[in-house]
């Protein structure tokens, strides 16, 4: 079945380091994919996606690019900031189902 | 314009008790989903109601129930909690249950089941 993997946390970085996390997925098909955010005590909430291969998501200088041939769609950030740290989700859904497969998130610490 | 809203934000339970955790959306969205989040788990998916007046189980059903009351409110139910249900619960909903749609998640429900 469908899966995905990302890498296993805490990180940990300074302000304005260079943040990578790493998500590779198994899907049939062609998934629609996306990385959610989420802050502590809340819910998740889009952080960016991408809907075909080769397309790239970013948001708020976080950018993920779908790459069919890896499989994989990992998130990048230049510089990271303190109000950066939080978890962080890969998911994907595929096309005719109504379900998103989550991985189980990457937790990011910003340290100033 | 609220979002998705769940209550009660946190709860105690007694093995074997029973009890309703309530969501609405006011986005006007067809599909509404319920997950479970789990230290080392991510999130998984329990139950989900594609549009109004359907519902389909998800990964982890076994022990709960949902109802679709009308287009904005779906809620979950514990019949008889046991402690291996101890966990924070997230409902979300989405405009079409359809794959590359976002999905709006609630502020959760924490559940602690002695």
């Known amino acids: ?112 | 314009n609220a979002g998705v809203t769940q209550t009660p934000k946190f709860q105690v339970l007694k093995t074997g008790q029973s009890m309703t955790l309530q969501c609405a959306q006011d986005m006007n969205h067809n599909s509404m989903y319920w997950y479970r989040q789990d230290p080392g788990m991510g999130l998984r998916l329990i139950y989900y109601s594609a549009s109004e007046g359907t519902t389909d189980k998800g990964e982890v059903p076994n022990g709960y129930n949902v109802s679709r009351l009308n287009k904005r409110e779906f809620s979950l139910r514990l019949e008889s909690a046991a402690p291996s249900q101890t966990s924070v619960y997230f409902c979300a909903s989405s405009e079409k249950g359809q794959a590359h749609y976002e999905q709006y998640f609630g502020p959760g429900t924490r559940l602690t089941v002695t």
């Open chain 1, 1 to 112: 079945g469908d899966s995905v993997t990302q890498m296993e946390g805490p990180v940990t970085l300074s302000e304005e380091a260079f943040l990578t996390i790493n998500c590779t997925y198994t899907a049939t098909g062609y998934p629609s994919l996306f990385w959610y955010v989420q802050y502590p005590g809340e819910g998740l909430q889009l952080l960016l996606k991408a809907t075909k291969a080769d397309d790239k998501g970013s948001n708020k200088g976080f950018e993920a690019t779908y790459r069919k041939e890896t499989t994989s769609f990992h998130l990048e950030k230049g510089s990271v900031q303190v109000s950066d740290s939080a978890v962080y989700f890969c998911a994907l859904s595929s096309s005719g189902t109504y379900k998103y497969i989550f991985g189980t998130g990457t937790r990011l610490k910003v340290l100033a």
